[in-house]
């Protein structure tokens, strides 16, 4: 029987890593033609800069509820738990369409991007599409159906560097860019509900408005608590890229961004495949003496994938970037050398993340996250005293970076050991 458990385990994982794969192999192959015939480092400056504000609305649209679906036993509980979720995502998109009406030249002028202003109206849309996109992602989890979450992931990224590669072929400026991430989450999220249509439908007559309600109030845990650490995340790369985007312009945030498409795809390939599972198991476990020997085997494991990017980042030539892309990308592998270390800690940190929620450690992670937000001011301007050029701040940053994902991974292990009986 453990035997089938493992295997079940590592075959889910291998089911969503070959779809994190096949939709990350798109993005590389299409990326380095966006780079060298249609796309600037600005345009994907701008584009990294109406990811980061958008996703100070996104990522909280839904307060976090889809957690709670994974781990709740009923199906009625889930299903309206995911209705409740999917009720309050709307109003963070009422709430930034206002925002947008209002303050949208405010808020293109303090990031040094006019252009953006009017193109500002499309983050209603990404909330929309990104809240839901996320929430069925929990739900199939919940149901172990990982063929759909890897299936769903091909089409978001085939349809979003479809859209993309056809406006640069029409001549769009960095707008092209933000299309066409939208558009793939709108394609991923049409895919979950043709499948849930499929599948659940039959459940929908369990929705019921106050047993909703009950159920946000059940998992408040995670509105009072991983809500703000998650919004306070938001923060830090909102942080990190406008401090970039101050000091030294549009083309160094447009090279840190794309340094990090490439470098994340590599590592969250495994990471969202593995953090899926792992969260879908850690549900089943109660034992603390049997989640610490799992914590610590693939904290391990996870530790040796890590080095293998690294490697690969370091053998490419120097050269590569201009060679292929043009010289306005020249620095771009230096760029990546450097971030790839602060990303493979991170790597393995938020392959195990989950862990803080399945031990009811969510006001824990709010505080680590204020910490985390002071140790980047910190590095980046320490860094910045030290040596006032570009490499000298990125390598405060990365240092930052680095000891509090270290710091997460092994304060889980205290956490772990200090609780009698995991619920």
């Known amino acids: 029987m453990i035997q089938n458990k493992r295997s079940e385990f590592f075959r889910n994982i291998l089911i969503l890593f070959s779809g994190s794969f096949l939709s990350q192999l ?24 109406f990811i980061y504000f958008s996703e100070l609305f996104a990522k909280v649209a839904t307060l976090k509820l889809e957690y709670g679906i994974v781990i709740e036993k009923r199906i009625k509980d889930a299903i309206n738990l995911m209705y409740g979720a999917l009720r309050i995502s709307w109003v963070m998109v009422i709430l930034s369409l206002i925002v947008v009406l209002f303050f949208r030249y405010d808020i293109a002028y303090y990031f040094e991007a006019p252009k953006l202003a009017n193109y500002l ?7 929309l599409v990104t809240s839901f996109s996320d929430v069925s992602n929990y739900w199939f989890n919940r149901g172990k159906h990982f063929k759909v979450i890897s299936y769903s992931k091909i089409t978001q990224t085939s349809a979003a560097e479809g859209v993309k590669l056809l406006t640069g072929v029409l001549g769009f400026s960095f707008v092209g860019l933000i299309s066409g991430r939208i558009t793939g989450f709108a394609v991923a999220s049409l895919y979950y509900f043709r499948k849930f249509w499929q599948y659940d439908r039959v459940n929908l007559r369990l929705l019921n408005r106050n047993h909703s ?22 923060i830090i790369n909102l942080a990190y890229i406008n401090l970039f985007l101050l000091y030294f312009g549009k083309d160094i945030v447009g090279m840190i961004g794309v340094s990090m498409t490439y470098l994340s795809a590599g590592f969250g390939v495994i990471s969202v495949s593995f953090s899926q599972v792992f969260y879908s198991k850690l549900a089943e476990v109660k034992d603390k003496v049997k989640m610490l020997s799992k914590y610590k085997r693939f904290a391990r494991n996870l530790f040796a994938l890590a080095s293998v990017p690294i490697v690969c980042v370091y053998a490419f030539p120097s050269t590569w970037a201009v060679n292929i892309l043009g010289n306005e990308w020249g620095e771009l592998i230096v760029i990546a050398r450097i971030m790839v270390w602060w990303l493979a800690i991170w790597f393995v940190a938020s392959s195990l993340s989950f862990v803080y929620i399945r031990l009811g450690r969510q006001k824990e992670m709010v505080l680590f996250d204020i910490l985390h937000l002071i140790l980047i001011f910190i590095s980046f301007f320490v860094a910045i005293w030290i040596k006032n050029d570009f ?11 680095s000891l509090y994902y270290l710091f997460a991974v092994y304060i889980a292990i205290f956490y772990i050991k200090k609780f009698d009986e995991i619920k």
Do not use: C, E
Request: proline fraction near 8%.
């Open 121 to 127: 109206f499309l983050l209603p849309i990404y909330i």
């Open 26 to 49: 798109i993005p590389f192959i299409v990326l380095p033609i966006l780079q060298r015939y249609y796309f600037s480092p600005a345009d994907f400056g701008l584009l990294a800069v």
């Open 213 to 234: 309600n009950k159920m946000i109030k059940k998992n408040r845990k995670f509105i009072f608590f991983t809500t703000p650490s998650v919004f306070i995340g938001s």
């Open 391 to 401: 490499i000298s701040a990125l390598w405060g940053f990365t240092i930052g970076q």
